[in-house]
């Protein structure tokens, strides 16, 4: 948490991006007979698959498992998470019409019974941390940014080049923009409920953002995230020593090198950066004044170890023209990874 507030730590902090999930055994092992949307809303299961990575690999912060359609399910979209591809939705939100039956369901509707699963998983995760012996690792929360999660809503289901979602906002701005905001209630929601509930950060993953322009980002996404991020601006979290701060905000994407001053301009404290940038770059970028994240290209976790070594060395190096650096990787571990390779990082680098 002080690295995320630009306080840069003697030891760099380190988490990996899906670190819970397909590369854990005993998360397989878990998993199995239960659909993937409903072990996110089993507190129990959730909670259990939140902390293997941390029980595992020392890890310096938990991320809460969950998935980012889970608020819009609650919420009564007819949307579904299938095995090896991802979100697939029951009906494509396509036209004004469809736009107009979706955005009828009120985000207030998302109240606190909607979210007691979530909240009752994040309260049990944080307590949990506590009786591993890892009081002092925290939770962070998370939400996809209305962007990403209109893509899906659009698209109907994992794209490429998400280009339904990109003609819509072209061709009917109006309806894009109620379909945006519409979008950053319920993810928004989603987020404070986690934070309310005990999780120490946010971070708001706009996954695909890297498809569009810097205009088409400024103009038709980074408001509505904006949007989203207001839902968590007022929350505050205690410190022992300092009395109360601000939950920190991080922002992710995938190929938003063109997009980063704009993604922390809609109100992040953090941004997290993917591979292909270097973060001495991205910190210029930023006017080195922004905390970053990232960014190990999760290709090289399966090459020989000195050459993670080496590229994790370089990483760590760039990193510091930043006022502070969060080590993760540029995206998700790959499902094919092998764990001791990551447990091995996180050992080398707390050795650092
Ligand atoms: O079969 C399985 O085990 C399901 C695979 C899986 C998992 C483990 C999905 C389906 N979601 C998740 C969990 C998840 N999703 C987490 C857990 C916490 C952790 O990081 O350990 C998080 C943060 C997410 C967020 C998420 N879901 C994002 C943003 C992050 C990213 O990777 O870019 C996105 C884009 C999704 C959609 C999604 N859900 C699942 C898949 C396979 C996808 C991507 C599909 C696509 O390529 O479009």
């Not at 979706?102 to 699963?117: K, W």
């Not at 997009?259 to 301009?265: F, V």
């Not at 060395?313 to 650096?325: C, I, N």
Request: proline share 7%.
């Amino acid at each position: 948490m002080r690295a995320y507030q630009g306080a840069r730590q003697q030891t760099t902090p380190v988490w990996f991006m899906r670190q819970a999930g397909r590369s854990l055994p005993e998360y397989r092992e878990l998993r199995v007979g239960t659909r993937m949307l409903d072990a996110c809303l089993n507190p129990e299961l959730a909670s259990e698959i939140t902390l293997q990575p941390v029980r595992r690999h020392g890890v310096d912060a938990a991320i809460f498992f969950s998935d980012i359609v889970i608020p819009l399910r609650l919420a009564g979209v007819d949307v579904d998470i299938v095995a090896g591809k991802g979100p697939v939705l029951g009906k494509p939100i396509r036209t004004a019409a469809d736009v107009a039956e979706l955005t009828s369901i009120d985000p207030a509707s998302l109240d606190a019974t909607v979210f007691a699963p979530i909240a009752e998983a994040v309260r049990r995760t944080v307590t949990e941390l506590e009786t591993i012996g890892a009081g002092d690792t925290p939770l962070i929360g998370f939400a996809g940014a209305p962007f990403t999660l209109a893509a899906y809503l659009v698209e109907g289901g994992p794209s490429k080049d998400h280009i339904r979602a990109r003609t819509l906002m072209h061709a009917d701005p109006a309806a894009w923009a109620a379909l945006m905001d519409w979008t950053a209630d319920v993810t928004g929601a989603f987020l404070r409920a986690q934070v309310l509930a005990g999780a120490s950060a946010a971070q708001l993953f706009d996954s695909w953002a890297g498809a569009l322009s810097l205009d088409d980002y400024e103009q038709y996404a980074a408001p509505a995230s904006a949007r989203a991020l207001t839902h968590v601006r007022d929350l505050a979290y205690p410190v022992a020593a300092a009395g109360v701060r601000s939950v920190p905000i991080v922002h992710f994407g995938v190929g938003t090198g063109e997009l980063l001053t704009a993604m922390h301009d809609v109100g992040a404290d953090v941004v997290g950066i993917d591979y292909r940038i270097p973060l001495d770059e991205a910190s210029r970028r930023l006017g080195h004044t922004v905390p970053v994240q990232g960014n190990i290209d999760p290709a090289i976790l399966d090459a020989p170890w000195p050459v993670l070594e080496a590229h994790v060395l370089d990483v760590l190096e760039r990193g510091k023209s930043a006022p502070s650096h969060v080590l993760n990787l540029g995206h998700g571990v790959p499902p094919e990874t092998d764990p001791a390779v990551l447990t091995r990082l996180v050992e080398f680098v707390h050795g650092i």
